[in-house]
């Protein structure tokens, strides 16, 4: 059996316009009972919320079958971390899931009156509302040991508009300012393989489906995945040609999955 993991940011959607056919693709599965999850890097939600997106869009899918980078960096430090208190650069969704840890986290107002001395993990991922003051406390905690933790490596995320600044540009910064290479969870890294591998459950073959060749590409090659690329993200036909890493199968967007599951898993689907 088959099971598929799906990008989101480019792959379903562009920002809040989901990309044509996705809708039907996910039913097309579902009908087929070939199981599936979404695995996306940005962390700014957490699954409810990320459900939520998908339901506007007419995609009626299951809270656990969305893992965030953010759900991934929970898992992670749960199974490998001891508890200390956090200090979290991200989006709402990624201090929902550090919430869920349990563990504490240390806000700017604590922050500015010193408590940043106590901070033991500095967890950054995409942050819409980043500030000065929030990189000088991360930088300040780290500088003073806090574990440097981030939640993935994209540098840009498709948006309406074209590309925004990711996850990866404000790591970046603080890697500038602390001298320090951070953990990183998310694709193209192993915490977040090993997430989405549990969730799928058993399958015999894993398709990975993404816009980005640093990062899903990367991430299906290194983990004997089927890479599947679609051009209506982040990453080119120019920039395949360019790569060292190849995609096993380039389509124009997730539309013509449907034609490529159909063609390759027809005959054991209808048994």
């Known amino acids: 059996m088959v099971g598929i993991i799906f990008d989101m940011d480019g792959v ?19 009908k087929r009972s070939i199981p599936f999850i979404f695995l996306t890097n940005n962390s700014t939600r957490d699954p409810a919320m ?16 969305i893992v965030t980078s953010g759900v991934a960096t929970r898992l992670y ?28 986290t240390v806000g700017l107002d604590d922050a500015r009156n010193g408590m940043w001395r106590e901070i033991k993990y500095v967890v950054v991922g995409l942050d819409p509302e980043l500030t000065y003051e929030k990189l000088k406390y ?17 540098t840009t995320y498709p948006a309406e508009e074209g590309l925004y600044p ?3 540009a404000i790591i970046a910064a603080l890697k500038a300012s602390t001298e320090v290479e951070p953990l990183i969870i998310g694709k193209p890294n192993e915490p977040a393989y090993e997430v989405a591998k549990e969730k799928l459950g058993p399958v015999d073959e894993i ?21 599947i690329m679609v051009l209506t993200g982040v990453s080119s036909l120019k920039d395949i040609e360019k790569s060292e890493v190849k995609p096993d199968l380039v389509l124009p967007s997730i539309k013509e999955l449907k034609n490529h599951i159909s063609t390759v898993l027809g005959d054991e689907n209808e048994r």
């Open 50 to 65: 990320y459900r939520e997106k998908l339901l506007l869009m007419g995609i009626d899918v299951p809270e656990d079958t």
């Open 207 to 227: 398709w990975m489906v993404g816009d980005r060749l640093d990062t899903d590409i990367v991430f299906a090659k290194r983990f004997g995945m089927k890479a």
């Open 166 to 168: 990711g996850a990866g």
């Open 138 to 154: 991360g930088t300040l905690a780290i500088r003073n040991g806090a574990k440097f933790i981030g939640t993935n490596p994209d």
């Open 77 to 104: 430090m749960k199974k490998h971390l001891k508890p200390g208190k956090i200090f979290v650069i991200g989006g709402e969704g990624l201090h929902r899931e550090m919430k869920r840890l349990g563990w504490g």
């Open 12 to 30: 379903v959607y562009r920002g809040n316009e989901p990309i044509e056919g996705a809708k039907e693709v996910i039913e097309f599965l579902k």
